[in-house]
């Protein structure tokens, strides 16, 4: 299994000042989180894209090419691409760029994406929410295959045999498709024989379950090759040296986004017992001590019959930079082997 960090750039008010991080600051801070993610071991770190004046991540392969040169081994990938809201064309070259720049290490994990700021922003109607998705993976899909292709659409200037360039320097870039609870999604994955990277951000691992196997069903339907099926799982999680230590260092950060979230979508205020519930054996948050940790992993992978990929949302406690280092850390030298050793 692979084990991985996703961020979101998010700046974050400090509570004890009222003052938003320095925007300077914090992405020195990614950078070197990436630098750290690599030097421990993990496998995996993805970048999210954000539209919104608390959020560094709008040029998401520009990060991680700065990463890359200041990485050996980690694989950097999307997280995820709003490929509604893009040039699947331009977003293609620049993973390509990237993945000559990383020598292989680049992946793109594409979505509709639950934030919707970048749709108005780039000039696209919500009402064509799905169909925009539809239309332009399958350009990056064909592009992928091969450099010159003709094409037409209803979103996008069609193409008539342009090349495409350039070419990563792996054969075939990965793309994996990210997607929420819509069952829809998860059949799609299956039929275009994608991996799947599953967002699980509250409730319980179990309910996935059904969506996963439709995944599984279509992709066996569709006759892809059983070895190159792959689900991942993208959860919010932190490691400390006690469960107690990680509950207190990521508490105010995940209730300061999510506050923020709420407002703006109409939910309710979080709440610490809400908190508290997703922090135990059966709750979504892998948040606790190495082994607390690890043993919510192997949970995952027994409920969903077997996950490739897990990737973690910690950048919710990005003011505790100590804290966030030490994660890191611990999720590269503790979490890891234990998961392995049990895999």
């Excluded at 209803?154 to 069952?183: C, D, M, S, Y």
């Excluded at 100590?322 to 890191?328: F, H, L, N």
Aim: charged residues 20%; hydrophobic residues 45%.
């Amino acid at each position: 299994m692979e084990i991985g960090i996703d961020s979101f750039a998010m700046l974050l008010t400090d509570p004890a000042t009222g003052r938003l991080q320095s925007a300077i600051d914090r992405m020195e801070s990614v950078l070197a989180e990436i630098e750290l993610a690599d030097q421990v071991g993990l496998d995996i770190f993805g970048m999210g894209e954000h539209h919104r004046e608390n959020a560094l991540d709008s040029a998401p392969a520009v990060i991680l090419a700065a990463a890359a040169a200041r990485t050996k081994s980690i694989r950097l990938t999307s997280a995820v691409a709003v490929l509604s809201a893009a040039d699947p064309v331009r977003l293609f070259q620049e993973f390509a760029t990237l993945d000559l720049i990383s020598g292989g290490r680049a992946e793109i994990v594409v979505g509709r994406g639950s934030s919707v700021e970048a749709y108005p922003l780039f000039g696209f109607d919500l009402r064509d929410y799905d169909a925009l998705f539809a239309e332009k993976l399958d350009l990056l899909l064909r592009i992928r295959e091969q450099p010159s292709v003709k094409w037409q659409g209803r979103f996008r200037p069609a193409i008539n045999g342009e090349g495409v360039f350039p070419r990563p320097h792996q054969p075939k870039l990965p793309i994996w498709l990210g997607v929420g609870g819509t069952p829809e999604s998860f059949v799609r994955a299956g039929t275009l024989g994608l991996p799947l990277m599953v967002a699980i951000i509250g409730g319980s691992f179990e309910r996935f379950l059904p969506l996963v196997d439709l995944y599984r069903r279509a992709w066996d339907a569709a006759g892809h090759p059983p070895k190159d099926q792959m689900v991942g799982v993208h959860a919010l999680g932190f490691v400390g040296e006690t469960d107690a230590a990680a509950r207190e260092a990521f508490f105010p950060g995940w209730f300061q986004m999510f506050t923020d979230a709420g407002r703006e979508r109409g939910w309710p205020p979080p709440t610490k017992a809400q908190f508290d519930h997703m922090c135990s054996p059966g709750g979504a948050f892998l948040v606790g001590s190495p082994q607390t940790v690890a043993a919510k992993i192997l949970h995952i992978n027994n409920t969903l019959r077997g996950v490739s990929r897990i990737t973690f949302q910690m950048s919710t406690a990005a003011l505790e930079t100590e804290a966030m280092r030490r994660s890191i850390e611990l999720l590269g030298t503790d979490v890891a082997p234990l998961v392995r050793g049990q895999g």
